[in-house]
């Protein structure tokens, strides 16, 4: 089987620093080379991946871009995708797409799929969860309004990350709706340690969703030592973070995920020396910083469609105490790998109680569950599925 994977254009493979879809793709990538799947990447060219072959239009990573506006940003995917397309129909003898482009991907690949001479296509959802219109204010944007004017989608298949997820896909694309797969990691790659340091840590991109004012608050109520990791409205560097806070002229105001971490998140490191924010890690800093924690609090304040950061931190024997909310009860088994809250109080009563939680528990079920082979014999099982549904059309 060969099969093309098309990467977001944001960030280069194999990823260096935050990456979510990026370092579920590094692991899909190893699992499939390792099933004997022919693999040809579509990503950015500031790295490669040794031993397969990828196809870039863009040589440097276009992160800086996401968070402007939608005509600056928009161009960038639609280049990224057609410039894909043109290879993969000219090149004639893929056997299927794999697609992982939000928003675009799906509208762009239901048209595609039904050209001459283009094989069909997996799509995966990563995110953003679908809108639940009982759950969500009248004057909301639909996130998934586009999804219910697909009508006709051609050889285009898809799957979700989670369960969750699936459970609110709106009803026109679920005949094409294939059982979700969850994320996973290359277990190696992750250190384990059975010894904690004092000091608990969050790890995500910073933004009310991720809801890391409300691990800092009873950081600041417990008087725990609590480390913060990621990325501020797409800084990953302290110091730069720090000169735009100082500068009430910065362009970063008009950002919500930068006037969220000003807002709610910088009092607390100003008043308690023990809250810090560590900036974006990556490589054996990351790795410590998850191995050496006590645990990762993920007080999320959306239906969170997966969560990397949990099966990594699981991975290192590091518990998590989460919102249960979106993935989160399938990812973590409560009392045996770390707590779900149904409440904020409850998110900080269980703070309390990591101890109890067996760090080698922890990393048997990411083994056993979010191992990257064990994803990539979901994929290729979901491949398959979509060569005999295309044949059948």
Same mark, same amino acid.
């Given at each position: 089987?060969?099969?093309?994977?098309?990467?977001?254009?944001?960030?280069?493979?194999?990823?260096?620093?935050?990456?979510?879809?990026?370092?579920?793709?590094?692991?899909?990538?190893?699992?499939?080379?390792?099933?004997?799947?022919?693999?040809?990447?579509?990503?950015?060219?500031?790295?490669?991946?040794?031993?397969?072959?990828?196809?870039?239009?863009?040589?440097?990573?276009?992160?800086?871009?996401?968070?402007?506006?939608?005509?600056?940003?928009?161009?960038?995917?639609?280049?990224?995708?057609?410039?894909?397309?043109?290879?993969?129909?000219?090149?004639?003898?893929?056997?299927?797409?794999?697609?992982?482009?939000?928003?675009?991907?799906?509208?762009?690949?239901?048209?595609?799929?039904?050209?001459?001479?283009?094989?069909?296509?997996?799509?995966?959802?990563?995110?953003?969860?679908?809108?639940?219109?009982?759950?969500?204010?009248?004057?909301?944007?639909?996130?998934?309004?586009?999804?219910?004017?697909?009508?006709?989608?051609? &050889?285009? +298949?898809?799957?979700? @990350?989670?369960?969750?997820?699936? *459970?609110?896909?709106?009803? !026109?694309?679920?005949?094409? %709706?294939?059982?979700?797969?969850?994320?996973?990691?290359?277990?190696?790659?992750?250190?384990?340690?059975?010894?904690?340091?004092?000091?608990?840590?969050?790890?995500?991109?910073?933004?009310?969703?991720?809801?890391?004012?409300?691990?800092?608050?009873?950081?600041?109520?417990?008087?725990?030592?609590?480390?913060?990791?990621?990325?501020?409205?797409?800084?990953?560097?302290?110091?730069?973070?720090?000169?735009?806070?100082?500068?009430?002229?910065?362009?970063?105001?008009?950002?919500?995920?930068? &006037?969220? +971490?000003?807002?709610? @998140?910088?009092?607390?490191?100003? *008043?308690?020396?023990?809250? !810090?924010?560590?900036?974006? %890690?990556?490589?054996?800093?990351?790795?410590?910083?998850?191995?050496?924690?006590?645990?990762?609090?993920?007080?999320?304040?959306?239906?969170?469609?997966?969560?990397?950061?949990?099966?990594?931190?699981?991975?290192?024997?590091?518990?998590?105490?989460?919102?249960?909310?979106?993935?989160?009860?399938?990812?973590?088994?409560?009392?045996?790998?770390?707590?779900?809250?149904?409440?904020?109080?409850?998110?900080?009563?269980?703070?309390?109680?990591?101890?109890?939680?067996?760090?080698?528990?922890? &990393?048997?079920?990411?083994?056993?569950?979010?191992?990257?082979?064990?994803?990539?014999?979901?994929?290729?099982?979901?491949?398959?599925?979509?060569?005999?549904?295309?044949?059948?059309?």
């Amino acid at each position: 089987m060969r099969v093309a994977i098309i990467a977001p254009p944001w960030l280069a493979l194999p990823i260096t620093g935050y990456g979510g879809i990026e370092l579920v793709l590094e692991g899909l990538i190893g699992g499939l080379l390792k099933q004997g799947v022919e693999v040809e990447l579509f990503g950015n060219g500031a790295h490669r991946i040794k031993g397969i072959k990828t196809h870039s239009l863009y040589k440097t990573e276009q992160f800086h871009h996401i968070h402007q506006p939608y005509y600056e940003t928009t161009p960038i995917v639609q280049a990224h995708l057609t410039f894909a397309l043109n290879k993969i129909r000219k090149d004639g003898n893929f056997d299927i797409i794999h697609d992982h482009n939000t928003i675009i991907g799906p509208t762009f690949f239901a048209q595609a799929s039904q050209l001459e001479g283009m094989p069909p296509v997996l799509h995966t959802f990563h995110g953003p969860p679908f809108n639940d219109p009982n759950k969500y204010p009248a004057d909301a944007i639909n996130s998934s309004a586009y999804l219910e004017q697909l009508t006709d989608m051609g &050889r285009m +298949y898809m799957v979700c @990350i989670s369960h969750a997820m699936a *459970k609110t896909a709106p009803a !026109t694309i679920k005949p094409h %709706l294939l059982p979700a797969v969850h994320n996973a990691i290359d277990v190696s790659h992750f250190p384990f340690r059975d010894k904690k340091k004092d000091y608990f840590i969050t790890l995500a991109r910073f933004t009310k969703d991720k809801g890391q004012a409300v691990a800092a608050k009873f950081a600041a109520q417990q008087k725990q030592k609590l480390k913060m990791a990621g990325t501020v409205a797409g800084m990953s560097n302290k110091s730069k973070l720090t000169l735009e806070l100082l500068n009430p002229l910065s362009d970063y105001r008009s950002n919500e995920e930068f &006037r969220y +971490y000003s807002d709610k @998140i910088l009092k607390y490191t100003i *008043k308690h020396r023990t809250i !810090t924010y560590v900036g974006n %890690l990556g490589g054996e800093r990351k790795m410590n910083f998850l191995a050496n924690a006590k645990a990762l609090l993920f007080p999320i304040d959306w239906e969170e469609p997966f969560g990397m950061a949990v099966i990594e931190a699981l991975a290192c024997g590091t518990p998590v105490v989460a919102m249960r909310r979106g993935a989160m009860p399938e990812i973590i088994e409560h009392g045996v790998t770390g707590f779900l809250a149904d409440t904020e109080a409850e998110f900080g009563e269980y703070m309390k109680r990591v101890g109890e939680i067996d760090p080698a528990a922890c &990393r048997a079920a990411v083994e056993k569950r979010f191992g990257a082979n064990t994803m990539a014999e979901s994929y290729i099982e979901r491949y398959d599925e979509v060569l005999r549904l295309s044949a059948e059309k």
